[in-house]
């Protein structure tokens, strides 16, 4: 945290954001302060590059996962993701609904879509997918 406030306030190379910006925004400036674009580039292939493709190979070869291995690695995975998105949730939350017509707003949103099926709750195309396949 103290890098990317260092970043922002000292070289001004990232504009001092309401919220501080991502690791690979950091990693990017980092590359260009250090070696200009081509630095950056650097950067963003030893640090952004990897994790990308990893996710690509995984979600190419997640079929293949069987076993106790597989189950409990998808298992894993899954609690992750939970966490990651209900991390991104609450910051959004945070910085998107500060009034209390708007977190009522959201709130309702969300009753909406989790409660309701078809056109109203967004889905119908499940509905069609699952009625093709029986088909």
Request: proline fraction near 4%; include cysteine.
């Amino acid at each position: 945290m103290a890098i990317r406030r260092c970043l922002c306030r000292s070289r001004r190379t990232l504009p001092v954001p309401a919220r501080p910006p991502s690791s690979s925004q950091v990693g990017f400036a980092l590359g260009v302060q250090r070696g200009g674009l081509l630095g950056g580039i650097a950067a963003f292939l030893a640090f952004t590059l990897p994790s990308a493709l990893f996710l690509v190979m995984f979600a190419i070869y997640a079929d293949t996962l069987s076993g106790m291995f597989g189950n409990g690695l998808i298992h894993g995975l899954k609690i992750v993701a939970a966490a990651v998105v209900a991390q991104a949730i609450l910051g959004m939350a945070t910085s998107l609904c500060k009034t209390q017509a708007t977190a009522t707003i959201a709130v309702l949103a969300l009753l909406i879509v989790t409660l309701f099926s078809g056109p109203l709750g967004q889905s119908q195309q499940l509905q069609l997918e699952h009625s093709l396949e029986t088909s």
